[in-house]
T-cell receptor, first 114, second 113 residues
Framework: KAGVTQTPRYLIKTRGQQVTLSCSPISGHRSVSWYQQTPGQGLQFLFEYFSETQRNKGNFPGRFSGRQFSNSRSEMNVSTLELGDSALYLC?????????????FGQGTRLTVV | GNSVTQMEGPVTLSEEAFLTINCTYTATGYPSLFWYVQYPGEGLQLLLKATKADDKGSNKGFEATYRKETTSFHLEKGSVQVSDSAVYFCALSGPGGNNRLAFGKGNQVVVIP
């Protein structure tokens, strides 16, 4: 069974540009969550989607957005990139919803903003 | 809101030593508790979990017990190996109908042969 696939693995962008990251969850999983990981702030929750609906959103500016498609694949978009957006972006997929549901993480996309 | 606190700083120890990483949490209701491990260049892997008070999660020689009275979920391993070198994150989920995880800052564990 294939795991969570994130593309691309590495990305370098210039300040002011926008970027789209992609996540393909495990087959059959309907929930996708996104996290930002930085050395200073650690792992922070961005948002969660289930059946194409955003269920939960973290405390990030509106420049961060996401969506989920009918096949459960998800994308997140960051517009007007800032240097502080440099981070490892992790996607997690889960079968359903609820506190007992196990999250499976992808390897992440390493975004560098220059 | 929900939050997780891990002990500060990296942990360096010799092979076969005893490992403890402290984790305490703040949450409303009854969260589920997790330990995740991250190897260099990789995403997070679930190491173990506990979903109710007094539950003990265990995997690969690691153990952690859900202590509601002390709001703690400390990770322990009796005899570490070099291959256990990684970053360890404590996390909690819930309550509520979502999968949002709150993570601690993580602890870098370095095991010296």
């Amino acid at each position: 069974k294939a795991g969570v696939t994130q593309t691309p693995r590495y990305l370098i962008k210039t300040r002011g540009q926008q970027v789209t990251l992609s996540c393909s969850p495990i087959s059959g999983h309907r929930s996708v969550s996104w996290y930002q990981q930085t050395p200073g702030q650690g792992l922070q929750f961005l948002f969660e989607y289930f059946s194409e609906t955003q269920r939960n959103k973290g405390n990030f500016p509106g420049r961060f957005s996401g969506r989920q498609f009918s096949n459960s694949r998800s994308e997140m978009n960051v517009s007007t990139l800032e240097l502080g957006d440099s981070a490892l972006y992790l996607c997690a997929s889960s079968l359903g919803l609820g506190r007992n549901t196990e999250a499976f993480f992808g390897q992440g996309t390493r975004l560098t903003v220059v | 809101g929900n939050s997780v606190t891990q002990m500060e700083g990296p942990v360096t120890l010799s092979e076969e030593a005893f490992l403890t990483i402290n984790c305490t949490y703040t949450a409303t209701g009854y969260p589920s508790l997790f330990w995740y491990v991250q190897y260099p260049g990789e995403g997070l892997q679930l190491l173990l979990k506990a979903t109710k008070a007094d539950d003990k999660g265990s995997n690969k020689g690691f153990e952690a017990t859900y202590r509601k009275e002390t709001t703690s979920f400390h990770l322990e391993k009796g005899s570490v190996q070099v291959s256990d070198s990684a970053v360890y994150f404590c996390a909690l989920s819930g309550p509520g109908g979502n999968n949002r995880l709150a993570f601690g800052k993580g602890n870098q564990v370095v095991v010296i042969p």
